[in-house]
């Protein structure tokens, strides 16, 4: 960047505002389904620059702003509450019910994102230090592990000794939930996918079994569960084909949750399809805390992000990819290098 073009994005920073340097961005399948809405749809001001999943370093500090140093290597945490009610004060600005009404947007789903050189942190209360965590293995942190962590803690209780959880599809979150499920639970791990190079990745990071993600699935895994089903089903694909694996395979008193954008409903209540007592859910994104957890057990060597990197003259290429089905993992763009 120019001295110039520098000295400008400095004092972007106002009050209680952080500007990064973005080291590392993930890109998500989420940033494809906002690049398919038809323009009279579009809920963002435009243009706006993608990526929800960034990490960097300090680069400049608004007025107020104390606690960071500038060269400090941060997490940018993405769903911004408004910070003053009962769920941010908690950590769960995830689930503020004030942000939309107060214009609130996350980086890279209507605030500017990570793709780019720089990007400008509303607080710093947004910011999680890496401590030394490798920022291309961080990047997917934010979301593709953060999201898969706060659903499995929700269903920590029926991951017991003799359990079974489902993960159906193994890409960048699902190869993160796989590690996660192996660190956090003694449940026995079955991944889906109709990629038998992502059931390879499965295999290589955890999973006990692989099984193709066709018509068979639910069968398969009522046979390998003795006829009773999964205690919990994790679908990171959320299309109508997934969710009726999902919905075949859950025990009763099981979860299902659904984290996949793939358009497909889950019909509950008596008569839809469902075991009795299962929950079904569908989480977003996660809190400040587990984000803290999941840095955390990435540097313990507990979890790790499967990436491709690319430049960021090259991020049209990965999402073409992305597209595709043909990302192992996760990518990952580096603005910088």
Not at 7 to 26: F, H, I, R, Y
Not at 181 to 207: F, I, Y
Not at 211 to 228: F, H, Q, W, Y
């Amino acid at each position: 960047m120019a001295a110039g073009a520098w000295a400008l994005a400095a004092g972007a920073a106002g009050p209680g505002q952080v500007l990064v340097k973005v080291t590392a961005a993930g890109l998500c399948h989420s940033d494809l389904a906002v690049m398919g809405w038809p323009e009279e749809q579009f809920p963002y001001a435009l243009p706006m620059t993608l990526g929800h999943e960034g990490v960097g370093t300090v680069a400049a500090r608004g007025s107020g702003v104390e606690g960071l140093a500038e060269g400090d290597a941060v997490a940018v945490y993405g769903p911004w509450g408004c910070g003053r009610c009962r769920r941010c004060a908690q950590g769960r600005e995830n689930c503020c019910p004030y942000a939309a009404e107060l214009g609130i947007l996350p980086p890279g789903l209507g605030a500017p994102g990570a793709l780019a050189e720089y990007m400008l942190v509303n607080s710093p209360r947004h910011l999680v230090a890496l401590d030394g965590l490798d920022p291309v293995q961080a990047a997917p942190l934010t979301d593709a592990g953060l999201t898969p962590y706060h659903a499995i803690v929700k269903s920590l209780p029926k991951l017991v000794p003799g359990s079974t959880a489902i993960v159906i599809g193994v890409g960048g979150l699902g190869h993160l939930a796989v590690q996660l499920l192996r660190a956090l639970t003694p449940a026995r791990v079955v991944a889906l996918d109709l990629s038998g190079e992502k059931l390879e990745l499965a295999k290589s990071v955890g999973a006990h079994e692989v099984l193709l993600s066709d018509d068979t699935a639910a069968g398969r895994i009522r046979e390998l569960t003795g006829g009773i089903g999964a205690e919990v089903v994790l679908d990171f694909v959320g299309a109508p084909t997934t969710l009726a694996v999902a919905a075949a395979s859950v025990a009763v008193e099981g979860d299902v949750t659904v984290v996949g954008l793939g358009g497909g409903t889950l019909a509950v209540g008596f008569g839809g399809g469902l075991p009795f007592e299962v929950s079904a859910t569908f989480p977003y994104w996660g809190s400040r805390v587990e984000l803290v957890e999941v840095i955390a057990l990435a540097r313990q060597g507990l979890v790790s992000s499967h990436v491709e990197t690319f430049s960021l003259e090259e991020a049209p290429t990965a999402y073409e990819r992305l597209h595709a089905g043909r990302i192992n993992g996760r990518a990952v763009v580096l603005p910088h290098g």
